[in-house]
């Protein structure tokens, strides 16, 4: 087969996009000015112990030192700032997943996030500056004051606007992105068909208002790849023995997902953990998120075949663009070191990242009778934290249908 070349338009777009690798040049001499604010803390520190030493340092001259050392200490926490975040935002992935000292808010840094934060840095080291003209007062022309209080005001209501702003901007596009739709009765009907008198399921208790029908939703849940379209509300939450009902109706809002929390449900086959899986994950499409289900063998079998193309990096980073993703049927299949290896990859990948929800025959403290190596214990810590489990027991419902068709 002959690989067509991509459009011109195509490769324009991509050698322009390619540009934003001329801006590293630029982190890195933001870092080499970083190393002049260490000299310069260390400078100023040497001068104010050997001034306090030799006697000739007076309670002001200590407090307007340390106002310089915090001051610059400010300034090197801006600077650090800018260079990683500005280098995840415009620049390429920092790709810190996992690590003990990652920022909190470098996974979901993006460019409202990141002016908003350097404003607030410079309102706190305008506040320094300001701080040292009122300490040395007396040595302080009035009209430097009257400016600087003035210039310091200036910034605080710069920050103010451009918060205001960022938070109008982002309101703006959800609302753009997830227009909200009561579907009518007729709609309810045509999407899940008519229910029949009598013998309707006891569905699962109602939500806080009805799921956000958000433009594109189809194509949301034909990308994700569910094997059949099952949906909350039609789950018989009268089978299984025990259900702890008022927790699947928290997990139907999808806080969880823009928590970036983990869902778990456990419970023997027939039990309706898939089920609620792909509820959750067609409600999550209805309300604007990309969303990706396969099973814990196929998700296994995807990775591997990256690995074998020497891009597994890219494969997982590819993955952040879903909000959800889900790994069902694990237990069925015994993993060996290597698959339990890609999947410990992939949990540790989307810890704090992402959001996942996984279905097991079995509870976490079991997972080493299904996955062989030294990761299960790290890869169920990882999973476990943030995560709400959901224990299903009793018989299977297909068994019961079975029986019950014999029967008649």
Known sequence: MTRTPPPPTATLGYALFATRWLQAPLYFGLV???????????????????RCVAGRADETYVMLAVLKLVDVVMIANLLIMVIVGGYETFVSRIDLQGHRDQPEWLSHVNPNVLKVKLATAIVGISSVHLLQMFVDVDHTPHHSLLWGTVIHMAFIVSAAILAYMSGEMVARVEHHHAKEHRPTETERAGESGPAPAGDAPVTVPAQAGPPVWEDHAEDRIRAAGFPARKQLEDFDTDHPRAFDRDTVARLGKLDFVSARRNVLFTGGPGTGKTHLAIGLGLRACQAGHRVLFATAAEWAARLAEAEAAGRLAEELAGLDDAALLIVDEVGYVPFGPDATRLLFRLVAHRYERGSLVVTSDRPLERWHEVFDGPAV????????????????????YRKRRTATAWAE
């Open 377 to 396: 214990p790290a890869m169920a810590d990882r999973l476990a934290h943030h995560a709400e489990t959901v224990r299903l027991e009793g018989d299977s």
């Open 32 to 50: 080499a000015v970083q190393g002049v604010y260490v000299y310069k803390f260390f400078n100023e520190l040497w001068t104010l112990i050997v």
